[in-house]
């Protein structure tokens, strides 16, 4: 967050891409386009309701809010349903209509345009928040900071490309936002044990093939642990500050700072921390922090 006065913010909501990754997120991944097929049930929804409010306030907080627009196909219901609180906190709804051959409504296009036409339009602009997690929206987040923007992404955990992210000076997790409630992920159904296993089917003879050599299977590789990145990016910030200044102790604002620099993404709330120094006290097995003064230092301990 800048300290400047006359930040003026444009704020961007690819809408249904928000709506989809929050539903996904909550109901299981792809369980969007399988349940819709179906009919999207009422419980479900409200399970994964994105709260408004929370992005726009937390835009917000970068400062003035000069122009803030929301994509979607605002004539189906699932979207239909948020228009009352967008239109109530300003937000100019764009209406896009779904191709029918794809069913894709070219948010990230029409955003894009809009964003690099605004940029032009409005040179006092200084803020661009980008309220989505495709990866299509890599070039345009360069574009912006080429142009002298200060570039702010907000995805939906688990949906959100770690791409877009480093293409951004600060990308925020949506389940980070203040006044956003904890995600807990509904547990799977438990098997009775009194169901017995079905009987398996009578193999059949399969006919006799010519030898081929087996290939290759590939594994997918394993999801990544946040709190073990969050650790390793701290050593490297600490490394970083130590040859850059030569000095042992480095004060705890420059090092978010630094990590922040490196990765975008990171936040100590989305790690369950209240505060970057209760980040730091979490890790004292890797760094020393020394709080005696107001200002609060931290070191590497020794390897």
């Given at each position: 967050?800048?300290?400047?006065?006359?930040?003026?913010?444009?704020?961007?909501?690819d809408?249904?891409?928000i709506?989809i990754?929050?539903?996904?997120?909550v109901?299981?991944?792809?369980?969007?386009?399988?349940?819709k097929?179906k009919?999207?049930e009422?419980?479900?929804l409200?399970?994964?309701?994105?709260?408004?409010?929370?992005?726009?306030d937390f835009a917000?907080?970068?400062?003035t809010?000069?122009?803030?627009?929301?994509?979607?196909?605002?004539?189906?219901?699932?979207?239909?349903?948020?228009?009352?609180?967008?239109?109530?906190?300003?937000v100019?709804?764009?209406?896009?209509?779904?191709?029918?051959?794809?069913?894709?409504?070219?948010a990230?296009?029409?955003?894009?345009?809009?964003?690099?036409?605004?940029?032009?339009?409005?040179?006092?602009?200084?803020?661009?928040?980008?309220?989505?997690?495709?990866?299509?929206?890599?070039a345009?987040a360069?574009?912006?900071?080429?142009?002298?923007?200060y570039?702010?992404?907000?995805?939906?955990?688990?949906?959100?490309?770690?791409?877009?992210?480093?293409?951004?000076?600060?990308?925020v997790?949506?389940d980070a936002?203040?006044?956003?409630?904890v995600?807990?992920?509904?547990?799977a159904?438990?098997k009775d044990?009194?169901?017995?296993?079905?009987?398996?089917?009578?193999?059949?003879?399969?006919?006799?093939?010519?030898?081929?050599?087996?290939?290759?299977?590939?594994?997918?590789?394993?999801?990544?642990d946040?709190?073990?990145?969050?650790t390793?990016?701290?050593?490297?910030?600490?490394?970083?500050?130590l040859e850059?200044?030569?000095?042992?102790?480095?004060?705890?604002?420059?090092?978010?700072?630094?990590?922040k620099?490196?990765?975008?993404?990171f936040?100590?709330?989305?790690?369950?921390f209240?505060?970057?120094?209760?980040?730091l006290?979490?890790?004292?097995?890797?760094?020393?922090?020394?709080?005696?003064?107001?200002?609060?230092?931290?070191k590497?301990r020794?390897?």
């Amino acid at each position: 967050m800048t300290e400047r006065e006359d930040t003026r913010v444009a704020v961007y909501l690819d809408f249904d891409n928000i709506v989809i990754s929050r539903y996904d997120q909550v109901n299981g991944r792809n369980s969007f386009q399988r349940d819709k097929t179906k009919g999207l049930e009422v419980d479900r929804l409200a399970r994964a309701t994105v709260d408004v409010g929370a992005i726009i306030d937390f835009a917000s907080s970068f400062g003035t809010l000069v122009l803030t627009r929301a994509y979607a196909d605002w004539s189906a219901d699932v979207n239909a349903g948020y228009r009352g609180q967008l239109v109530g906190r300003a937000v100019d709804l764009v209406q896009l209509f779904p191709a029918a051959a794809y069913g894709k409504n070219g948010a990230d296009i029409r955003l894009a345009v809009d964003a690099v036409e605004d940029m032009f339009r409005l040179p006092d602009l200084t803020h661009v928040v980008i309220v989505a997690g495709d990866s299509d929206y890599i070039a345009l987040a360069q574009r912006c900071k080429r142009l002298g923007r200060y570039v702010v992404g907000i995805g939906v955990a688990g949906s959100s490309s770690r791409s877009l992210a480093a293409a951004c000076d600060d990308f925020v997790i949506y389940d980070a936002l203040p006044g956003v409630p904890v995600f807990e992920p509904t547990p799977a159904p438990v098997k009775d044990e009194d169901e017995g296993e079905p009987e398996p089917e009578p193999k059949k003879r399969a006919p006799r093939r010519r030898a081929t050599r087996p290939q290759a299977v590939e594994e997918e590789p394993e999801a990544p642990d946040p709190q073990a990145d969050a650790t390793g990016l701290l050593q490297r910030a600490l490394r970083i500050g130590l040859e850059k200044d030569d000095v042992e102790w480095l004060h705890n604002s420059a090092v978010k700072a630094q990590m922040k620099r490196m990765d975008p993404s990171f936040s100590e709330k989305s790690l369950g921390f209240r505060s970057f120094s209760d980040f730091l006290r979490s890790r004292s097995d890797v760094v020393e922090l020394d709080e005696s003064s107001t200002t609060r230092m931290v070191k590497l301990r020794n390897e």
